[in-house]
């Protein structure tokens, strides 16, 4: 069973900001928080991950909270693109998915 | 090209049929994992390896599912007399080393449709 809970969905206006709340609050202290996205017809693609300091690269940012109870995805500026199913995991050596966050970026 | 590979990319079985799906990882990547995803749902885990070594086939749903990776790089899922239940892509991923501190990459998936 997936250790996450996600909201099913979400809108974001273009441009905008896309904040993805996950909560993790049985999360072990060597586990991971891993963040995936996928488009329609893909492959899930790796966006990001971090253990307990924050992180960012090229695509997005990665906010944990202190107690590592839960996190926030933060896409800076939406485009269309970005449109996606969002699965925040929490890695062990299984990797197991949840529902995901249904990400809709209208224009 | 550089990613995980994975063939056929649809495969069409009528049901009772065996069918195997490969997955070529990326090369030297050490942890490779298979899911099954029906459609509206998430990724659902299957098995996991690290190089040949088959570290949690919990995932399975039943004993027609079988998966190998004898010489630890490419790796086969089969699925015996297929019912319409298996009808799901099939994904597969890897990543560069053991443990828990690495990205996965993954394939394009295999699209399995049992008739």
């Known amino acids: 069973d997936a250790k996450t809970t996600q909201p099913p969905s979400m809108d974001c206006a273009e441009g905008r900001a896309a904040n993805l709340p996950c909560n993790h609050s049985?999360?072990?202290?060597?586990?991971?928080v891993y963040w995936y996205r996928q488009i329609h017809s893909q492959g899930p693609q790796y966006i990001i991950h971090?253990?307990?300091n924050n992180e960012t690269n090229e695509m997005a940012s990665l906010i944990i909270t202190e107690d590592r109870k839960s996190s926030t995805l933060i896409l800076p500026h939406a485009t269309l693109r970005d449109t996606a199913v969002y699965y925040c995991?929490?890695?062990?050596?299984?990797?197991?998915f949840g529902a995901g966050t249904r990400l809709t970026v209208k224009p | 090209g550089a990613g995980v590979s994975q063939s056929p990319r649809y495969k069409v079985a009528k049901r009772g049929q065996d069918v195997a799906l490969r997955c070529d990882p990326i090369?030297?990547?050490?942890?490779l994992f298979w899911y099954q995803q029906a459609l509206g749902q998430g990724p659902e885990f299957l098995t996991y390896?690290?190089?040949?070594?088959?570290?949690?086939k919990s995932g399975l749903p039943s004993d027609r599912f079988f998966a190998e990776r004898p010489e630890g790089s490419v790796s086969t899922l089969k699925i015996q007399r297929t019912q319409q239940e298996d009808s799901a892509v099939y994904l597969c991923?890897?990543?560069?080393?053991?443990?828990?501190?690495?990205?996965?990459?993954f394939g394009q998936g295999t699209r399995l449709t049992v008739v």
């Open positions: 991923a890897s990543s560069r080393r053991g443990g828990v501190s690495t990205e996965a990459f």
């Open positions: 049985t999360i072990s202290g060597n586990e991971y």
């Open positions: 971090g253990l307990k």
């Open positions: 995991i929490v890695r062990a050596f299984d990797m197991r």
């Open positions: 090369s030297g990547h050490v942890s």
């Open positions: 390896f690290q190089n040949e070594a088959q570290l949690d």
